[in-house]
C-alpha cells in the first residue's frame, strides 16, 4: 500500500503561491488515482483535486479551478498541487489521498479514497 507524505505547505500572503508535493515512499502510486483534499479548523474535509493513474485527466473543486494546477510524476512517486493567487479562505490542513483504480477514473468525494497522507498545513495571510 502507499506510504504518503506531503510537504510543501506554509504561511504565504493572499495573492502568493506555494507548491505541495506528496511522495509515495513506496514506490507504488502509479498504481493509484490520486487526490487533493483540505480541512480548514470547525469544517468538513472538502475535496479540492483530482486526477487518473496516468494523470491524463483532472478534476478542481469550483473554488480552486483556474488557481490551482494538480499533477503526477509517476517515475518520482510524487503528487503536485501548484496553488496561486492564493487566498485567506484557503487556509487549511491539505491531505493526498490514494485510491486503487484500474480505469481512467478520477474521484472527487473522500470516501472514495482507502489512504491517506499526514497532511501539510497551508496559512494564507490577508
Known amino acids: 500500500q502507499p506510504q504518503l507524505v506531503e510537504s510543501g505547505g506554509g504561511l504565504v500572503q493572499a495573492g502568493g503561491s506555494l507548491t505541495l508535493s506528496c511522495v509515495d515512499s513506496a514506490r507504488t502510486l502509479s498504481n493509484y488515482a490520486m487526490g487533493w483534499f483540505r480541512q480548514a479548523p470547525g469544517k468538513e474535509r472538502e475535496f479540492v483535486a483530482a486526477l487518473t493513474r496516468p494523470g491524463t485527466k483532472t478534476s478542481y473543486a469550483r473554488s480552486v479551478k483556474g488557481r490551482f494546477t494538480v499533477s503526477r510524476d509517476n517515475a518520482k512517486n510524487t503528487l503536485y498541487l501548484v496553488m496561486s493567487s492564493l487566498k485567506p479562505e484557503d487556509t487549511a490542513r491539505y491531505y493526498c489521498?490514494?485510491?486503487?483504480?484500474?480505469?481512467?477514473?478520477?474521484?472527487?468525494?473522500?470516501?472514495?479514497?482507502?489512504?491517506w497522507g499526514q497532511g501539510t498545513q497551508v496559512t494564507v495571510s490577508s
Open positions: 489521498a490514494a485510491r486503487n483504480a484500474v480505469t481512467g477514473d478520477y474521484y472527487t468525494t473522500d470516501m472514495e479514497y482507502t489512504y
